[in-house]
């Protein structure tokens, strides 16, 4: 392992546990990030839950939970690219590039703590959801790999969040811009509902929809699938483990060094 490689580690993890102290500090960040998924799953389960027709064998607590897993881990990204335009706002950037440290690893760091703040809401609605309903069907190693791949897609939409972060610049925007584009991404999709209830155009939309892929795949590892309702007709939901780990790869070979090349940029200005 190189020295630059070492060093790089090193920093990252002392930006890592600066921004998990910086929680501790402030516990008000974990608290509105789990309290916006909880109502979620207490109105979808308790109030819009009677009037979604599914099969009578299928729980819809089991239905909904790993479609609101994958919400909470999506929209818990953009908290990279508020925190990023909050630093820069605050001038800490600047600190950051006095010091004799990796570029990358403030970046590294950022997104390598939110994912823990991810794991720590998806305890939390696991919780939830085993108090309303939600059951694992399937085995400890097949949980365990659903749990790894909501928190593997996060990572990487935390940085595409981080790019934003950077390049908006202030925490307002940064959120407003991500609740335009996530929003319909997490609903236009089978979160909530079967697709088959999708007019034809948003159906199509939906099926290659990587947030469905994730949801499918999430259900299918917990084994909160049902052989009465058949998945859809299409690549990307009969095989949803490797279509999300491909978006997955797509979006950290695309954003990584688009992030890092754009916080060198705005880091030398």
Do not use: H
């Not at 089991?62 to 001038?91: H, R, Y």
């Not at 947030?211 to 590892?221: D, G, K, P, T």
């Not at 009969?238 to 790869?249: G, H, I, K, S």
């Amino acid at each position: 392992m190189s020295a630059t490689l070492v060093q790089t580690l090193a920093d990252s993890a002392v930006i890592t546990k600066r921004n998990l102290i910086k929680v501790k500090r402030v516990p008000d960040l974990i608290v509105f990030a789990t309290l916006s998924p909880i109502m979620f799953v207490l109105l979808f389960r308790y109030v819009f839950g009677g009037a979604i027709n599914l099969p009578p064998d299928i729980n819809y607590a089991e239905f909904l939970l790993p479609g609101i897993f994958a919400q909470t881990v999506v929209f818990g990204s953009t908290v990279t690219g508020a925190s990023i335009a909050e630093d820069l706002q605050k001038g800490l950037i600047d600190r950051f590039r006095s010091l004799p440290m990796s570029r990358s690893s403030v970046l590294v760091g950022r997104t390598v703590a939110d994912l823990g703040l991810n794991a720590i809401s998806i305890v939390v609605m696991a919780i939830t959801g085993l108090i309303v309903g939600w059951r694992i069907n399937s085995s400890f190693g097949e949980a365990v790999g659903g749990f790894l791949i909501l928190l593997v897609f996060a990572f990487s939409i935390s940085w595409l969040m981080a790019m934003v972060g950077l390049l908006v610049r202030t925490p307002e925007v940064v959120n407003n811009a991500s609740f335009i584009v996530i929003f319909p991404l997490t609903f236009v999709a089978n979160t909530f509902v079967p697709l088959e209830t999708f007019p034809s155009v948003l159906r199509t939309f939906a099926e290659w929809n990587p947030v469905s892929a994730v949801v499918q795949a999430a259900r299918e590892l917990f084994g909160n699938t049902s052989e009465i309702v058949p998945v859809p007709d299409v690549w990307s939901l009969q095989n949803p483990v490797l279509y999300t780990l491909l978006w997955t790869a797509i979006f950290l070979a695309a954003f990584v060094p688009l992030a890092v090349r754009a916080y060198q940029r705005t880091a030398s200005r």
